[in-house]
């Protein structure tokens, strides 16, 4: 547990300790929206106090203060509004503990200027190193880097602009740094941060994810019982197209009952029209489509409830005259499915089209075609086995929750492949991911603002970064061990690194960001530095 402070909200008043403004003085929390709810920060003055009595407090040589019994308390970090010459936005006091005695307070101070991109405002690396070792009189110190580069933006199609919060960065940790900025070694640690939103159009699986959408509207409809239906792409109604499905159906059934034709039903699966083209080479294009499954295809235009109802009005008229004996895969539960396996004896049981029996039973083949499209792709790719997908594909439960489960599936499926597209990996890197990614959703609700993360090599990924600026670079200077360890840190970044530093710098920094890699990249210049007051 960590205590944050921070003013109760911009207008806050009778605080006596607080500077008053000066006339001329611009400050940007005027220029932004009176609405703002962002974290308001105090005095660098006022936040010195309250850090000092929060030591004095911890100190047991304080006896005057005449406490019976110290309790150790969480660390305190207070925001500061930078109002100082060195632009203090964080002071810090963390207890050291021996046992559940206390026997000092590290103090940090956090400062931050900027964003710039005049590289002589940077620190000696050198310089940074000394003054640690006069501060702290240490002889021997040790660095460590760390680098964050974004990928998905260095990896994105020329001249595409796709709003999206999607992103994939890595994280490089290395031992001895030797310069300011230094490029990470290959030898480095490095993991891989994936967060992905579904539905870009420049993804193969697109075709999909919009097909998964139409799936969502049918369950929604069902849940609150108004179904807003899409427009129809087709140049033909869903009705014309399952119309003309079944006459193929007749035409096929009428060649195998004279001519005794056993590839009928193999031309039948070869009908499938459900994935596009494109995405053959990643996303293969499932063969054996069985008859609901087709359907499913037809009917995916359909534009209205009645349209719905006469759809399979003219289906189910279709297989009670034996007009068609379409085959369909085992082990499918929808209700189509299981009176098309009573046609198959001539006799079926009625149903009433009306109420949400439709648009149910749409949603079931549905339903039953996107879970055999993720699973050909997983079990084809030998990420995952059946067994382990099991969760996923079960009947067991509602069918609303049966579309929250393929969802799941279909982001998982949209992060391997773009895995694959835009980072080029191969089996090795898929299958750890699809296993990370599995064990997540089989404990957690969908997420596409979650962080899936992946070690690797950085070798792997290097074309993609070495050209490009690290949206983070900072080298820790460390010395002495254990609670006595004290570490500097100098760091940029091209974001502001303290949320309250950007709702007080909001508006003036409109004017300053700067696009493309080609150009100088502005960064913001933090450094942290750690003091020890030791109270035995």
């Not at 960590?2 to 220029?31: C, F, P, R, T």
């Amino acid at each position: 547990m960590v205590y944050i402070l921070q003013k109760a909200d911009h207008n806050e008043g009778g605080d006596s300790m607080e500077e008053s403004k000066s006339d001329d003085a611009l400050y940007a929390s005027e220029l932004l929206p009176k609405e703002s709810a962002g974290p308001v920060a105090l005095s660098v003055r006022r936040a010195k106090q309250l850090i000092s009595l929060y030591t004095m407090a911890q100190n047991p040589n304080m006896t005057h203060l005449k406490t019976s019994e110290r309790v150790v308390l969480p660390p305190l970090w207070i925001r500061c509004d930078g109002s100082d010459p060195e632009c203090t936005r964080w002071l810090g006091a963390e207890p050291l503990k021996a046992g559940n005695k206390i026997t000092g307070i590290n103090i940090y101070v956090v400062t931050c200027n900027g964003p710039t991109a005049d590289k002589t405002c940077f620190a000696n690396l050198e310089e940074l190193k000394m003054a640690h070792k006069v501060k702290h009189h240490s002889s021997i110190v040790t660095t460590k880097g760390f680098a964050q580069y974004e990928l998905i933006r260095a990896a994105a199609i020329e001249d595409t602009i796709v709003e999206s919060e999607s992103n994939i960065s890595i994280d490089i940790i290395w031992n001895t740094v030797d310069k300011i900025l230094q490029p990470p070694p290959l030898t480095a640690a490095a993991t891989l941060n994936i967060s992905l939103e579904s539905g870009d159009p420049r993804s193969p699986v697109y075709p999909l994810y919009r097909e998964l959408q139409f799936l969502l509207t049918l369950a929604e409809g069902l849940k609150t019982g108004v179904t807003e239906w899409p427009e129809s792409l087709e140049s033909k109604s869903a009705f014309e197209l399952v119309q003309g499905f079944l006459t193929d159906l007749k035409k096929k059934l009428d060649i195998y009952c004279t001519s005794g034709n056993e590839n009928g039903t193999e031309n039948i699966k070869s009908d499938t029209a459900a994935v596009d083209s494109s995405m053959k080479s990643i996303f293969s294009e499932r063969g054996g489509l069985d008859f609901a499954e087709q359907l499913w295809c037809k009917m995916r235009s359909v534009s209205s409830y009645q349209e719905v109802v006469e759809c399979f009005t003219l289906i189910i008229k279709s297989l009670q005259h034996g007009e068609v004996q379409p085959w369909i895969h085992q082990g499918s539960s929808s209700l189509l499915s299981k009176l098309i396996k009573q046609s198959y004896h001539g006799k079926m049981k009625a149903v009433s089209l009306s109420g949400i029996t439709p648009v149910q039973m749409l949603l079931e083949i549905g339903l039953d075609k996107m879970k055999k499209d993720y699973i050909s792709f997983f079990i084809g790719q030998e990420l995952a086995t059946l067994t382990y997908l099991d969760y996923f594909i079960s009947t067991s439960v509602d069918l609303q929750e049966q579309v929250h489960r393929v969802q799941k599936l279909h982001h998982m499926l949209e992060i391997m492949v773009s895995c694959t597209v835009l980072l080029q990996f191969k089996h090795e890197n898929l299958f750890p991911l699809t296993q990370t990614c599995l064990k997540y959703y089989k404990e957690n609700p969908l997420n596409e603002k979650h962080v899936f993360q992946l070690p690797i090599r950085p070798a792997l990924v290097k074309k993609f970064y070495e050209n490009d600026h690290p949206e983070i670079w900072k080298v820790d200077i460390s010395s002495g061990h254990g609670q006595k360890e004290v570490k500097t840190t100098w760091q940029v970044s091209t974001s502001p690194p303290v949320e309250h530093m950007i709702s007080n710098n909001t508006g003036l920094l409109c004017d300053s960001t700067v696009n493309g890699s080609t150009e100088e990249r502005m960064y913001f210049i933090t450094m942290t530095n750690c003091s020890q007051v030791h109270f035995t």
